[in-house]
């Protein structure tokens, strides 16, 4: 065992009985050679690291054969250091450490060339050179001299060294030869190799007959293109599209995807070097190649894991939503248990301007996750969403991988918007396919048509909305958490205008706040005559019109009288019209846009039992009707045989099919046959059986908030619903009279007894 000290040579090999020059341009190279020549007769260990491509190979990586080399000469020049080495043999590496001066060393031991059978031996040599012979003859630019100098020795490891270093092999193939110790293997390696070489020169040479037919058949303009292409090359310049191979593969060395994903995009690369400049393809894969590179395969942004700063965040933006709030602090705090929990596929369901894309955009934010919005409403095409093959043209990434590439992370916070709209047809059935991308045991694999590799989606934070969960398809609601955003009161809208809306209409006008001051009196007219709404967007325009207005006119303080100056007359009036008059009620329903209250109009005249059904109504209503007048027939003695009855419910641009207007119907019904006007302050939800049962009814929150909107004071509800009143807001309660029943008996005894 000896010390020496080592040079590490990254994109040089050198060979024993080789001679190199180097210029050393940094202080620890430097140092190794004073050191060398100091203490160590000039001698250094030069070695290359495996891996050509490492900056700062691991000493644990570092080769365990390298070669003992004499320092010549060494002369300072401005750039450094000159040295000229000598190769003198390989040696055998037992370990690296380093002294004070960050100077690598090594121990090493001489290595004994395994004893070579004398007849195999010089068989090898004799085919060795004649390979050689015929290899330089080949060559235009090879020197004869070698074949002198190697013809005049008999020491196989000597002739082989020589060889080797004197063919132009690259890096990789030098790095064999080097840490290569049995000199019969080496004779081999080479022999194999150089008829390679023979083989290429002659296939060259068939090349260039065939170039020299085309150009005898008149094809002179593409032979002269061809050699400023090979003339271009040997100065060193390369077309754009070599620059963007290069470009090509340096992104995907950098890339940590799968192997086999990495392999076909290599041949995708060779493919397209190959490919004729001028061919119609080469821009297509130009595109793909480009397009998959450049997706963050392993890109994510660090996820906030602090439990308060999150639902700190939600609290800034956001009034109420407290479901939602905890749902997003939930997994935070188990995340923080388990990093590998799959992110929640959540549902939120409310009437538009509730704020169901503003919260999902908040979640982003508060999780410091990228956001990326994608709306589905009207969808019917299935490649929308999973992309187009690459053979059909102007084939393109679906929504889902144009989101993630956009948003350049492979963790964002997705908003798929408006699933209840989705359309099933000849075209595919997009629920079938996004249920394919929620579900976390599928969507590690996702695979894109354009992509063709599959995708990693399982750290995605997908958030989906609708306005009502009946649009939602079936397949859909087993694989996502719904949680219902419902209507605002108007107390809510007050508060919400007070501490979010109004605070950023000012930021944004760049109006101080104390000059404009709102009481909670003109928040509530403005609400109640300017807007009618589920939510609180149209209220968000009315009060930014009324702020411009404002900052436009110089008008430091506000009352009723200028608020209807600027915004012109109220548009609604929720003061109730006391007209009682018989066979008129007051039905609650759910529409896309909140609870609201509508009427529902009997009008009887004579006639033969026939009935009239208007108002925009659907299967289901025309079902409970049927149900309604038998269940009268039946119970009451009103003869309606001899008259026509007409039906008509109010607002006939909304369509109304649910199973929840039976008892409104059969109280108009009822209060018309027996002549007894309903107050215009109660209203009715219910279905009713054949046997005058209350049944239970859905949308009973979004309905008693709608009825309060609308200054109801009085509302029979099912006995059934009665735990759904926990969901109905504090003040909406204290407000009005809910009376649960049972039977159209008991609201018969209370109406019309």
């Known amino acids: 065992m000896f010390n020496v000290p080592v040079i590490i040579l990254k994109n040089l090999i050198i060979l024993p009985k080789q001679e190199i020059k180097l210029e050393l341009n940094n202080i620890?190279?430097?140092?190794?050679?004073?050191?060398?020549?100091?203490?160590?007769?000039?001698?250094?260990?030069?070695?290359?690291?495996?891996?050509?491509?490492?900056?700062?190979?691991?000493?644990?990586?570092?080769?365990?054969?390298?070669?003992?080399?004499?320092?010549?000469?060494?002369?300072?020049?401005?750039?450094?250091?000159?040295?000229?080495?000598?190769?003198?043999k390989r040696v055998a590496v037992n370990r690296y450490f380093s002294n004070r001066d960050d100077c690598l060393f090594s121990e090493a031991m001489h290595i004994n060339i395994p004893s070579l059978n004398e007849e195999e031996g010089s068989a090898l040599l004799r085919k060795l050179i004649d390979t050689l012979k015929i290899y330089i003859e080949s060559q235009n630019s090879a020197s004869n001299d070698i074949i002198a100098y190697v013809s005049n020795n008999k020491d196989l490891d000597r002739i082989t060294d020589?060889?080797?270093?004197?063919?132009?092999?690259?890096?990789?193939?030098?790095?064999?030869?080097?840490?290569?110790?049995?000199?019969?293997?080496?004779?081999?390696?080479?022999?194999?190799?150089?008829?390679?070489?023979?083989?290429?020169?002659?296939?060259?040479?068939?090349?260039?007959?065939?170039?020299?037919?085309?150009?005898?058949?008149?094809?002179?303009?593409?032979?002269?293109?061809?050699?400023?292409?090979?003339?271009?090359?040997?100065?060193g310049e390369s077309s754009w599209k070599e620059e963007e191979v290069k470009t090509f593969r340096n992104t995907l060395s950098k890339l940590r995807i799968d192997k086999k994903i990495k392999e076909k995009l290599e041949r995708e690369i060779t493919k397209y070097e190959i490919m004729s400049e001028s061919s119609p393809e080469v821009s297509v894969l130009r595109n793909y190649l480009?397009?998959?590179?450049?997706?963050?395969?392993?890109?994510?942004?660090?996820?906030?894991?602090?439990?308060?700063?999150?639902?700190?965040?939600?609290?800034e933006t956001h009034y109420g939503l407290d479901k939602i709030k905890t749902r997003i602090a939930e997994y935070v705090a188990v995340k923080n248990i388990n990093k590998n929990i799959t992110s929640p596929i959540i549902c939120l369901v409310g009437p538009p301007g509730v704020g169901k894309t503003s919260i999902a955009m908040a979640i982003a934010d508060s999780l410091n996750r990228k956001y990326y919005k994608i709306s589905v409403g009207g969808?019917?095409?299935?490649?929308?969403?999973?992309?187009?093959?690459?053979?059909?043209?102007?084939?393109?990434?679906?929504?889902?991988?144009?989101?993630?590439?956009?948003?350049?992370?492979?963790?964002?916070?997705?908003?798929?918007?408006?699933?209840?709209?989705?359309?099933?047809?000849?075209?595919?059935?997009?629920?079938?396919?996004?249920?394919?991308?929620?579900?976390?045991?599928?969507?590690?694999?996702?695979?894109?048509?354009?992509?063709?590799?599959?995708?990693?989606?399982?750290?995605?934070?997908?958030?989906?909305?609708?306005?009502?969960?009946?649009?939602?398809?079936?397949?859909?609601?087993?694989?996502?958490?719904?949680?219902?955003?419902?209507?605002?009161?108007?107390?809510?809208?007050?508060?919400?205008?007070?501490?979010?809306?109004?605070?950023?209409i000012f930021k944004e006008h760049i109006i101080v706040?104390?000059?404009?001051?709102?009481?909670?009196?003109?928040?509530?007219?403005?609400?109640?005559?300017?807007t009618k709404e589920a939510g609180v967007r149209e209220l968000e325009r009315i009060l930014s019109s009324l702020v411009r207005k404002m900052a436009i006119n110089n008008i430091k303080t506000i009352n009723k009288e200028k608020i209807i100056k600027l915004l012109g007359n109220p548009k609604y009036n929720n003061e109730l019209?006391?007209?009682?008059?018989?066979?008129?009620?007051?039905?609650?329903?759910?529409?896309?846009?909140?609870?609201?209250?509508?009427?529902?109009?009997?009008?009887?005249?004579?006639?033969?039992?026939?009935?009239?059904?208007?108002?925009?109504?659907?299967?289901?209503?025309?079902?409970?009707?049927k149900v309604i007048i038998s269940f009268v027939k039946s119970h009451y003695k009103h003869n309606l045989n001899n008259?026509?009855?007409?039906?008509?419910?109010?607002?006939?641009t909304t369509k109304k099919d649910g199973p929840s207007a039976g008892l409104s119907i059969a109280v108009a019904l009822i209060s018309l046959l027996e002549d007894k006007a309903v107050s215009e302050d109660v209203a009715f939800t219910g279905e009713l059986s054949l046997n005058g049962s209350v049944l239970k009814i859905g949308g009973l929150k979004e309905k008693l908030i709608g009825a309060y909107n609308?200054?109801?004071?009085?509302?029979?509800?099912?006995?059934?619903?009665?735990?759904?009143?926990?969901?109905?807001?504090?003040?909406?309660?204290?407000?009005?009279?809910?009376?649960?029943?049972?039977s159209f008996k008991e609201v018969y005894t209370k109406l019309f007894k």
Do not use: C
């Open 290 to 315: 480009d397009y998959v590179l450049n997706l963050p395969w392993n890109k994510s942004t660090k996820e906030n894991a602090n439990f308060n700063n999150v639902l700190r965040t939600l609290d």
């Open 162 to 235: 020589v060889i080797a270093s004197y063919l132009p092999f690259n890096i990789n193939k030098k790095l064999e030869y080097m840490q290569n110790i049995n000199p019969l293997k080496r004779a081999k390696a080479l022999i194999k190799d150089m008829l390679e070489e023979i083989k290429l020169s002659e296939l060259d040479s068939e090349l260039d007959e065939k170039v020299d037919e085309r150009l005898m058949n008149d094809q002179r303009k593409f032979v002269l293109k061809e050699k400023i292409d090979v003339l271009r090359k040997e100065l």
């Open 379 to 504: 969808l019917n095409d299935s490649t929308e969403l999973i992309g187009s093959r690459r053979t059909y043209l102007a084939a393109s990434p679906g929504k889902i991988i144009q989101g993630i590439n956009k948003s350049g992370s492979n963790n964002p916070v997705i908003l798929i918007d408006e699933v209840d709209k989705m359309v099933k047809d000849y075209k595919g059935d997009p629920a079938s396919t996004l249920l394919e991308i929620l579900d976390p045991v599928q969507n590690k694999y996702f695979t894109d048509n354009y992509i063709e590799e599959p995708f990693d989606l399982s750290n995605v934070l997908f958030i989906l909305t609708a306005n009502s969960v009946s649009g939602i398809p079936s397949t859909l609601l087993d694989r996502i958490e719904v949680i219902e955003l419902n209507s605002y009161t108007i107390f809510e809208k007050k508060d919400i205008a007070k501490k979010y809306l109004l605070p950023r």
């Open 577 to 625: 019209v006391k007209e009682n008059i018989p066979g008129v009620v007051n039905s609650l329903a759910v529409s896309d846009f909140g609870g609201l209250v509508t009427k529902t109009e009997v009008l009887a005249y004579k006639g033969n039992g026939e009935n009239i059904i208007t108002g925009s109504v659907g299967e289901l209503m025309e079902e409970s009707i």
């Open 643 to 652: 008259i026509d009855l007409h039906f008509h419910f109010l607002d006939a």
């Open 28 to 88: 620890i190279s430097e140092k190794t050679i004073h050191e060398a020549l100091l203490n160590y007769q000039g001698q250094v260990l030069v070695i290359a690291p495996i891996d050509t491509k490492e900056e700062e190979p691991n000493v644990d990586d570092l080769p365990k054969v390298g070669v003992i080399a004499h320092i010549k000469s060494r002369i300072a020049v401005k750039s450094g250091t000159q040295v000229k080495l000598q190769g003198i």
């Open 513 to 530: 706040a104390e000059n404009l001051r709102f009481t909670d009196e003109l928040l509530y007219f403005i609400i109640n005559s300017y």
């Open 710 to 742: 609308e200054n109801i004071k009085q509302i029979y509800i099912p006995a059934s619903n009665a735990l759904d009143l926990e969901e109905v807001p504090k003040e909406v309660k204290d407000n009005m009279e809910i009376i649960l029943v049972n």
